[in-house]
């Protein structure tokens, strides 16, 4: 990373498009000095002078990261959504709800979750190829841009992103899944890109109004399916998030779901949690296309074919994505800013490419 301002803005490239900025979730409540508003999502928007005549793509970052994720690497290059507008698509970014521009007071909000630090975070973004946090595949990672530990440039730049959630996932969950339904329904239908702990409210608001997702990918997401983290306050009691999922048969509370837990070597060491047969379908869900996307040296290799099994059982059009299996190598969580990310975007726009092509005929 450069050192210098002037040698970053210098060295940065110069492009034409439009863009601008707008909050969806403009829900007014009574503070200690008048009104504010609850829970807003920043979006900010960019389209080439002569946009494509597909879907616009929705990006929703992860954890307690930042719109930021998709619009610059941690390194400094253009980031996914400046890729997409180069190659004619237009591209809204989210801040989810009390994350970046999308403002956060525990008054209105309800009360922080701890800031994810680097003890939490090395395993997920940087894990060591040996030690307590490797995983069987760390020893293949070696697309990320920068050092390993804090003080280096690049790492540093990558934990001040990193921000608090809701303390709360359940609410977290419920209030990210309205704002996207908003944003859904003033641009979509949409191709949805979620990545990580932004997976569960991408899967809420996506359940809201599939009519408005033209497809979804699911990056490293949080899971695996019906996932309980007590010492983090997370339970996926409805499957992929903590808020209500759309069943039919219906279900008014998450207890009505009959699951099983079974050891299933073909699937990893992790045992798997699916409803019990006959399952109930998954009504929304299962009316649009989902990629399931999987980093070549990432922890959620472990269980991203859970997710797969849980979202087919439930009658939906998904499909595996591993990176390597298309050829892209090296890869671990933060698939969107590492030095390939303009490979890893390609296997999510060719894909998108063949699933349109396929409906069209």
Same mark, same amino acid.
């Given at each position: ?127 060591? @190829? +040996?030690?307590? #946090?490797?995983?069987?595949? &760390?020893?293949?990672? *070696?697309?990320?841009? =920068? !050092? ?32 996207? @339904? +908003?944003?859904? #329904?003033?641009?979509?239908? &949409?191709?949805?890109? *979620?990545?990580?702990? =932004? !997976? ?45 999922? *759309?069943?039919?048969? =219906? ?50 290799? =472990? ?59």
């Amino acid at each position: 990373m450069e050192s210098s301002v002037e040698n970053i803005i210098a060295s940065a490239e110069v492009t034409t498009s439009r863009r601008g900025s707008f909050w969806v979730g403009l829900e007014p409540v009574s503070g200690p000095l008048g009104t504010v508003m609850r829970g807003p999502m920043f979006v900010e928007w960019e389209a080439p002078a002569e946009p494509q005549p597909d879907p616009p793509w929705v990006l929703v970052h992860g954890g307690g990261g930042q719109a930021i994720d998709y619009t610059i690497t941690f390194d400094g290059r253009p980031g996914w959504s400046r890729l997409l507008v180069e190659q004619g698509h237009t591209v809204f970014v989210v801040d989810r709800p009390g994350h970046g521009r999308s403002p956060h007071h525990p008054d209105v909000l309800g009360p922080m979750g701890p800031q994810l630090g680097f003890e939490f975070l090395r395993p997920i973004f940087v894990p060591p @190829a +040996e030690g307590p #946090d490797s995983n069987p595949a &760390a020893h293949l990672h *070696t697309q990320w841009p =920068g !050092g390993r530990e804090p003080g280096d440039p690049v790492y540093d730049q990558c934990l001040c992103t990193s921000g608090p959630m809701l303390a709360d996932p359940s609410e977290m969950h419920a209030l990210e899944g309205r704002r996207l @339904a +908003e944003l859904l #329904d003033l641009v979509g239908p &949409a191709i949805v890109v *979620t990545h990580s702990a =932004g !997976g569960p409210g991408t899967f809420a608001g996506a359940d809201a109004r599939p009519n408005k997702v033209a497809a979804l990918f699911a990056i490293e997401t949080l899971g695996p399916p019906f996932l309980k983290r007590p010492e983090m306050g997370m339970d996926l009691a409805w499957g992929v998030a903590s808020s209500p999922i *759309t069943y039919d048969p =219906g279900v008014t509370d998450p207890s009505e779901l009959d699951t099983v837990t079974d050891e299933r070597a073909d699937l990893g060491p992790i045992p798997i949690t699916l409803q019990r047969e006959p399952a109930r379908r998954l009504a929304h869900l299962s009316q649009f296309p989902i990629a399931v996307v999987t980093a070549e040296s990432s922890m959620f290799l =472990g269980f991203d074919r859970h997710l797969v099994e849980f979202l087919a059982q439930g009658g939906c059009d998904v499909e595996l994505v591993r990176l390597a299996d298309h050829g892209v190598h090296g890869n671990g969580h933060m698939i969107m800013s590492e030095r390939n990310n303009a490979e890893t975007l390609r296997v999510l726009t060719d894909w998108a490419a063949r699933k349109a092509s396929l409906e069209r005929h």
